[in-house]
């Protein structure tokens, strides 16, 4: 290898070195570097409703059984003392003297101790019926564990009879009543003796009725593989593994839901994760929107999130603490997670106090801590744990957000794959290739692309270098015979017969040791040309680069490489009007290069080594009359 060649790659490795140095650091990284929690530039709340609410599930409870009420009769003794005071009181004037009035006033007296004028007998009526309610619950380990309030898996006895007797007794009360006013034989009833009939069976009904093959059932509704919160969901059975005492008791239960693998979970925080002042954010579903037939079950079967503010700790009187929060909560949310700002568990609501009409009162939510949930766990020897499934969504969602879709797609596909009964998964990776299709994905280019681009841009400098110094630095084979200058713009051309008069020496040839051609007044690349290593082509202080397209966090680039003047680059990335050489290896006022003149070996012009007749600026040459040949 020449010396020439050696010192030109040592030149380019050098070069090498410094666009590597440039182009590297730029690369932006990889968005797979940042950690699942990491909140995008997204409110708390929509962040935490997407990652929460996979885990959130509405969960019912429910009793069957065989519901038996007796016939009731007037108690014939007890009834004939009461019309007595009946009379006594039309005749002190008490009452009115009408028939009507004097009913009503029966009516109330009877209402008022039902079991003094009221007496079962034959025959018992029967009805099967169910009863129960809808809570929240919340999966707390990837294999089917789940949290939710003790209130929200069994009843007392009391209230059981109160649901059963509102649920199956209400045919009945009305047959009762109807009868009852058809012995008013000639009196018609109005509104108020009506409901005076009805609140008399149904106080009579309920307080004999007796249940019979009770049965309890728990279950989750769970979505189908392939399918979405709609439609496809179904009730899955859950087994009750542990109960607490319910409000203001610890109101915790746990239940078990068998055959479960990869479920999407959500984190358990710590008491001090929150303190007064910091918000709330409650998960769960309102019994005003599943209770409530204008909504599709799409609707019902979509958790919802509300927020507000920790006001104060409580303790009740057995020293069970619970969190006073204005967050509102209505029915059907008992048992929902309360979540941190930062996305973790720091509670379970169970309670809220509510008016004389049965409205949620707000600023007066209570929470259950987390330390009682963690204890609860504890005794059955349950762990929370998160599960790929959960890792990998919440991965995808940050994505998302930061419209990152082509990197969250790929996971939003494994976790549908984790996991087919996602409810949520397939809404997502829809809407990332719709935006992929539409052009507005904005996914950062991982560093093996940025280090293919920045090589090839190498490659193409090295390329241009290499041709550079190779016509630039090339000896050239002797001396050759070359036609005459060319006249400068504006300038009177010589004769056509001195056209065709060659120098007989190298007066006006190229010099092969001297300063080389001067350049016109195309672009200048230094005062005089060196055939070997001269001044050269003089280069500004290299790239620089612009504050051009951005792409993500990675490299910003301007409209170009930007070089200075004398043989550099313009803002452009190009170079000025390429020199040209006259017909005498000079530069001419355009800064084209002529034909190149040759010479022989004794510096004289030597004939044309093709054809005696050579192309000039201005036509053809041909030899001189006297048949000398030039």
């Not at 920790?310 to 929060?325: F, H, L, M, W």
């Not at 170009?560 to 000079?586: A, I, K, L, R, S």
């Amino acid at each position: 290898m020449s010396g020439y060649f050696r010192k030109t790659f040592a030149k380019i490795a050098a070069s090498t070195a410094v666009v590597l140095a440039v182009a590297l650091p730029a690369a932006p990284a990889a968005a797979d570097g940042e950690s699942p929690d990491q909140r995008p530039d997204v409110a708390v709340g929509t962040w935490l409703a997407a990652r929460t609410q996979p885990a959130v599930q509405l969960t019912s409870f429910s009793y069957t059984g065989t519901v038996a009420v007796p016939t009731s009769t007037i108690n014939e003794n007890a009834f004939q003392q009461l019309t007595q005071q009946a009379v006594i009181a039309v005749q002190n004037g008490k009452i009115a003297s009408d028939e009507r009035s004097i009913a009503k006033w029966l009516f109330q007296r009877i209402a008022a101790d039902v079991d003094a004028y009221l007496v079962e007998t034959t025959p018992e009526r029967t009805v099967e019926a169910e009863v129960g309610g809808m809570c929240t619950g919340w999966w707390v380990t990837p294999d089917g564990y789940m949290v939710t309030g003790a209130h929200c898996v069994q009843v007392g006895d009391t209230e059981l009879n109160q649901l059963f007797a509102q649920q199956a007794l209400a045919k009945f009360n009305e047959q009762d009543a109807k009868e009852i006013i058809k012995g008013l034989q000639g009196i018609e009833a109005d509104e108020e003796m009506v409901k005076l009939a009805q609140q008399i069976y149904i106080t009579f009904n309920s307080t004999h009725m007796r249940l019979r093959g009770l049965k309890q059932s728990l279950s989750v509704l769970q979505s189908l593989p392939g399918g979405g919160v709609d439609k496809t969901a179904k009730a899955v059975p859950a087994e009750l593994v542990s109960v607490g005492e319910s409000y203001p008791g610890k109101d915790f239960a746990l239940l078990k839901v068998n055959g479960q693998q990869n479920l999407p979970t959500v984190p358990l925080g710590e008491d001090a994760d929150v303190r007064t002042g910091d918000t709330l954010y409650i998960s769960g579903f309102p019994g005003l929107v599943t209770n409530t037939p204008f909504f599709s079950l799409e609707s019902k079967l979509e958790p919802a999130l509300t927020e507000g503010p920790y006001n104060a700790k409580r303790s009740t009187q057995t020293g069970v603490p619970y969190i006073q929060t204005q967050a509102p909560s209505y029915h059907g949310n008992s048992g929902g997670p309360v979540f941190s700002k930062d996305g973790k568990v720091i509670g379970m609501l169970i309670a809220g106090t509510v008016s004389e009409g049965g409205e949620a009162s707000e600023s007066e939510s209570f929470v259950l801590p987390v330390s009682i949930i963690k204890e609860k766990l504890g005794e059955k020897n349950i762990k929370a744990a998160q599960a790929t499934t959960t890792t990998r969504y919440n991965e995808a969602l940050n994505d998302y957000f930061r419209n990152y879709y082509e990197d969250a797609l790929p996971k939003f596909r494994e976790v549908q794959a984790l996991f087919p009964n996602h409810p949520y998964v397939a809404k997502y990776i829809s809407e990332s290739q719709t935006a992929i299709t539409a052009g507005k994905d904005e996914s950062p280019k991982p560093m093996m692309m940025w280090v293919l681009i920045g090589g090839g841009v190498l490659v193409l400098l090295v390329l241009a270098l290499v041709l550079a110094r190779v016509l630039t630095r090339r000896k050239r084979p002797g001396v050759s015979y070359g036609p005459p200058a060319q006249p400068a713009y504006n300038a009177v051309p010589s004769p056509p017969w001195q056209q065709h008069q060659l120098p007989a020496g190298s007066g006006h040839g190229q010099q092969v040791n001297g300063s080389g051609p001067q350049y016109g007044s195309g672009p200048q690349y230094g005062p005089q040309y060196d055939p070997q290593y001269g001044s050269g082509p003089q280069y500004g202080p290299g790239p620089q680069q612009g504050p051009g397209p951005q792409q993500g966090s990675g490299p910003q680039y301007g409209s170009g490489p930007q070089y200075g003047p004398g043989g550099q680059y313009g803002q452009q990335g190009h170079y000025g009007q390429q020199g040209q050489y006259d017909q005498q290896g000079q530069y001419d006022q355009q800064g084209h290069y002529g034909q190149q003149s040759h010479y022989d070996q004794y510096g004289q012009p030597s004939q044309h080594p093709a054809d005696p007749t050579r192309d000039v600026r201005y036509g053809q040459f041909a030899p001189p009359p006297d048949g000398r040949q030039q």
